[in-house]
Every structure is written in C-alpha cells, then in structure tokens.
C-alpha cells in the first residue's frame, strides 16, 4: 500500500480528532489546536481539512444530538478511520527514522 501524504495542518488535526475522541468537531478543535500549539488557528481552516480528511477516508463523522440549550445546534463529530490510523503511523515512522539518522555532531555548534 502506498504511503498516505498528510500536511502539517492536517497532522495536527487529525491527531486532535484523536487526542479529543467524543468530543471532536469542529470549534473544539480548533480549540485545542490553539492551545496545544500556542498558534492562531482559523476555524474555518479546521473545516476545510476536516472535509479534505474526510474526502481521503482518513476521518468519518457523524452528527450529534442537539444542544441542550433552546434553539441547540447539532454539532458534526469525527472520528479517525483505519486510514487515518495508519497515515499518522506512517507520519510517525518517517519522522522518527529521520530524526534517529541525524548524528550528534549536527547538533554541536560552537557559539563565538
């Protein structure tokens, strides 16, 4: 199976559907992603890659109950399919392999 590319932003929100599991939509996870990050993020950001996740069999969703209070909006949920399991593993893997093949020696900068 080939490997499945994720962008940055996608990584993040789709291991932010994860991190917040029940409670994944949309301003929730922008939320998040603000807090997580210490980065402005633009919800409607979120939704475009929520969609395009979804489009790419990486997310499912679903629509929740309403709100409690009068007038609640039904609040569209995601969750991370098998795809979207193994794109973040993928992601993973190839950014650790890398990571491991950097020598010390990278790292030693003498400062004048």
């Known amino acids: 199976m080939e490997r499945l590319h994720l962008g940055e932003f ?6 932010t559907v994860g991190v917040l599991y029940e409670d994944a939509y949309a ?8 807090h997580q990050s210490k980065r402005s993020v633009n919800v409607s950001a979120v939704h475009k890659s929520l969609y395009r996740l979804e489009e790419k069999g990486m997310l499912k969703s679903h629509l929740g ?8 909006k039904r609040k569209r949920l995601f969750s991370i399919t098998p795809v979207g399991k193994k794109a973040l593993d993928d992601s993973m893997e ?3 392999k890398l990571r491991n093949q950097i020598p010390d ?3 030693n900068w003498k400062i004048s």
Do not use: C, Y
Request: aromatic content about 4%; proline content about 0%; glycine content about 8%.
């Open 105 to 107: 020696m990278a790292f």
């Open 27 to 34: 301003v929730a996870i922008t939320k998040e992603i603000s």
């Open 10 to 15: 996608e990584e993040l929100v789709l291991l």
């Open 94 to 96: 190839l950014r650790t």
């Open 65 to 72: 109950e309403a709100e409690a209070k009068r007038g609640g």
